[in-house]
């Protein structure tokens, strides 16, 4: 049983992050004493293109009041934006008809309720921007090397430029009353690796789906800005419907 108010270490958060063991992640990352190292933790491995660590990370800021400083508020909507882009990124190679995951309006709804009435413009036109080229040199960067498919080396490229697991995605839902805003399902391997095979797996095919979803989400941030001068509101949920 997790206990509020104490403190949680490097190791820990390391171990917990490697088990995928989300739920207690969470939850020590939300209560526990020491959040000045918490975000520091979180900041380290933001570099994975690990959707819950960026979400914890941003609500953790948020909270925190750190949205009152500039820097700190136009990196979080940079990794907001982002990861809206890899969520769509992820659906977009599902090879199921219904791709319905509760998980992007879920980040889009608290994403909105974070950033509303703090957002300003050029933040947000920032935040598109640097989102943008991140995802397209991290697309350049799997385009560029389908020619080594044959290279000994092609499994840590792979590990290096792919984004994690797609099941990830469908194990997200929404807390309740007392519980965080985001939970996890826990699953066997075995039942990740059956999601997973849900999810195109040629290299190629994926590069060409995550352009199209980058195009897609693109056009959506548009929509989204021309709402934003029209009526001064930010509405990421409402496009995305």
Known sequence: MFSYFTTFTNNEFKELLAKEDYNNLIYKCY??????????????????NNIIINYIYIRNNHKLGKFNDPDVLRKCATIAIKTIFIIVSHINICIEINKNFPVLQLFLKRFDDKFQGVMTLD????AVNQAKKDILNFIDGMTSNINLVNSPTINEIKKRLDLPEPYIICNINGGGWRYPAITYVERTQEENGNLNSKFIFNYSARCQKYYEAYQYASDKFNLIRANYVEKQVLSLAFQFE
């Open 31 to 48: 209560y526990s004493y020491n959040q000045k190292d918490i975000l520091e933790f979180l900041e380290k491995h933001l570099n994975i």
């Open 123 to 126: 933040i947000f036109d920032f």
